[in-house]
């Protein structure tokens, strides 16, 4: 990538000339008034040296620092939210069917309502009534 200063049919205009193997296109940008566009040059200049400098390819996870909750905590935390504790709603069924800790692995059944494959519903819920909002009155 070229960031510079060109002549075009309008003035001087900033340009940005994105190589052919990242999709070989031409920016230009016209600044006014003229005065600015020297100072907006040095700063994509810079920022640009910046991130090439230090790339950044995602989010880092840091696995071996991540602080386990106590289960009192998390019991707070949905009291907090507002997760009603007598009904099973979407996030205590996940949670639900994590905790059965099954030996045999579960097979698949095709759901025709969101096209994929999907973990059979225990008895009693329904796909609808997983994505429902729940709310308190």
């Known amino acids: 990538m070229l960031i ?11 340009v940005i000339v ?3 193997s990242s999709g070989g296109y031409v920016l230009d940008f016209r600044a ?3 005065e ?6 040095s700063e994509l200049q810079t920022l640009h040296q910046a991130y090439t400098e230090k790339l950044i390819f995602g989010v880092d996870m840091n696995w071996a620092t991540e602080i386990s909750k106590n289960i009192s905590d998390e019991i707070e935390e949905l009291e907090e939210i507002g997760e009603p504790r007598g009904e099973m709603g979407p996030h205590l069924y996940l949670a639900s069917q994590l905790a059965q800790n099954k030996e045999e692995p579960i ?5 025709p309502y969101l096209g994929l494959a999907i973990e ?18």
């Open 36 to 41: 600015r566009l020297q100072p907006l040059l």
């Open 120 to 137: 059979p519903l225990k008895e009693g819920f329904t796909l609808k009534s997983l994505f429902e909002v729940q709310t308190s009155t």
């Open 18 to 20: 994105i190589h052919a």
């Open 4 to 14: 510079t200063i060109r002549n075009s049919k309008f003035g001087d205009a900033l």
């Open 32 to 34: 006014d008034p003229h």
């Open 107 to 111: 097979q698949p059944v095709y759901s």
